[in-house]
């Protein structure tokens, strides 16, 4: 059964940095993208960022902050969260669609705070 493993959320104060990764416990075949989703308490989750291909998209709150990259060969993928703030703060969940599956991580929880 696939994992997805999520690291690098934490602690960190207004303007920091951090950076998510996730790995697939083994090997995943015909990936269609793969994508970070953000949720906090009393809202929907939503998609962060998404990348397929070469191509990549994010939603407007982060860009130009975040960047998200993948090797699907690897089944990994990462998001660069630069200058971050407080509406930053959530439950980050790493998710890789295929032609025939969603797969979902754990989550990973980014607080921003001072």
């Known amino acids: 059964q696939v994992q997805l493993v999520e690291s690098g959320g934490g602690l960190v104060q207004p303007g920091g940095s951090l950076r998510l990764s996730c790995l697939a416990s083994?090997?995943?075949?015909?990936?269609?993208?793969m994508g970070w989703y953000r949720q906090v308490p009393g809202k929907e989750r939503e998609l962060v960022a998404r990348?397929?291909?070469?191509?990549?998209n994010y939603a407007d709150s982060v860009k130009g902050r975040f960047t998200i990259s993948g090797d699907n060969a690897k089944n990994t993928v990462y998001l660069q969260m630069n200058s971050l703030n407080v509406e930053d703060t959530g439950v980050y969940y790493c998710?890789?669609?295929?032609?025939?599956?969603?797969?979902w991580g754990q989550g990973t929880q980014v607080t921003v705070s001072s």
């Open positions: 998710n890789i669609v295929t032609t025939r599956e969603a797969y």
């Open positions: 083994t090997r995943i075949f015909s990936i269609y993208a």
């Open positions: 990348i397929r291909r070469s191509t990549t």
